[in-house]
């Protein structure tokens, strides 16, 4: 079964410094990997995907199978990175998703 | 741009009333999702839809059923709704042929059974 673990429910950083959430995932074969985020008051949306291997607003992540990881970073945190994080793995139709982070990020 | 529509963005009902939710998606999606979202538990997959009239259950599909009569349209319903049901309720659709597996929110129903 596709498993997603979040550790934090809460990171708080000071503005302009660096931003690491964790993910860690399990799923037997190749996994689909997502970021997904939620400003307040606002819907769900995609941060970012693994197989596309880019940055969207300062964010990258990196795919490490051996450690079956797929870790959010930011060099320098903005004002306006605060919200809910959720790591996503999928296959078929299906995605799983782990219990989200609340990124606060604090002047 | 991909719009989902949900028919509510807040919603109170009694326990034991029949609640239905609705979405509506206008990008020609075959698959189609509902989701509860509750603070430290993450988004759960209630039902999904991968064709007209097709349904899968997904992970906490207890006290729940779902309809999809049109490609369009799909509909979370509450049989006799309780108080354990109080959640936010997120609908997702997705596209086969770009961008496998990404998945485009409505902005949620709140529901608060009483």
């Known amino acids: 079964a596709q498993r997603v673990t979040q550790p934090e429910k809460l990171l708080s950083v000071f503005k302009g410094a660096p931003v690491e959430l964790k993910c860690n995932y399990s799923y037997s074969g190749s996994p689909e990997l997502f970021w997904y985020v939620q400003y307040s008051r606002q819907r769900l949306q995609l941060l970012l995907r693994h197989i596309s291997r880019e940055s969207i607003k300062g964010f990258t992540a990196d795919l490490n199978k051996g450690e079956t990881s797929f870790h959010l970073k930011k060099p320098f945190a903005q004002e306006e990175d605060s919200a809910m994080y959720y790591c996503a793995t999928g296959g078929g139709n299906k995605l799983t998703f782990g219990t989200g982070t609340q990124l606060k990020v604090e002047l | 741009d991909v719009k989902v529509t949900q028919s509510s963005r807040y919603l109170v009902k009694r326990t034991g009333e029949k609640v239905f939710l609705e979405c509506v998606q206008d990008?020609?999606?075959?698959?189609m999702f509902w989701y509860r979202q509750d603070p430290g538990l993450g988004l759960r997959l209630i039902y999904f839809?991968?064709?007209?009239?097709?349904?899968e259950k997904g992970d906490i599909p207890e006290g729940y059923s779902v309809s999809r009569e049109k490609k369009e349209r799909f509909s979370l319903i509450l049989e006799s709704a309780s108080t354990n049901q109080t959640s936010m309720y997120l609908c997702a659709s997705r596209g086969t042929v770009i961008f496998p597996y990404e998945q485009y929110f409505g902005p949620g129903t709140r529901l608060t059974v009483t």
């Open positions: 990008m020609d999606h075959e698959n």
């Open positions: 839809s991968y064709d007209v009239k097709m349904k």
